[in-house]
């Protein structure tokens, strides 16, 4: 996953989607905001094949969900995704030894 959002184009992708909800609160499926893959590339000035390799390539890292409607592709986040990335981050418990830890990231593999 952290592959994925290594590429700045891809991280802004992934910026774009995660904005789903305000600060502080937390989305559900039926609250994530979709977006067109147009939408998305708004303002970034990649040729159109770029931007599809871009969120194929979230799409592949477990990042993003997409679905075709007819001739538009909508993208999304789970918000799930968003609660695992933020898992790496938060310190570990007093509880935990760094053993436990480390057996819960190997068995995880991010992509």
Not at 9 to 34: K, N, W
């Amino acid at each position: 996953m952290f592959k994925a959002l290594g590429n700045p184009h891809r991280l802004l992708l992934f910026q774009r989607l995660s904005r789903c909800c305000q600060p502080g609160t937390r989305c559900d499926l039926e609250q994530a905001i979709s977006f067109s893959v147009g939408q998305l590339g708004e303002g970034m000035q990649i040729a159109p094949s770029t931007l599809s390799h871009h969120l194929k390539a979230l799409h592949y890292a477990g990042l993003i969900e997409m679905e075709r409607q007819g001739k538009r592709v909508n993208c999304w986040i789970d918000p799930g995704v968003l609660d695992k990335l933020s898992e790496f981050f938060i310190p570990q418990t007093e509880s935990e030894n760094s053993g436990e830890r480390d057996a819960r990231f190997n068995k995880q593999q991010c992509t």
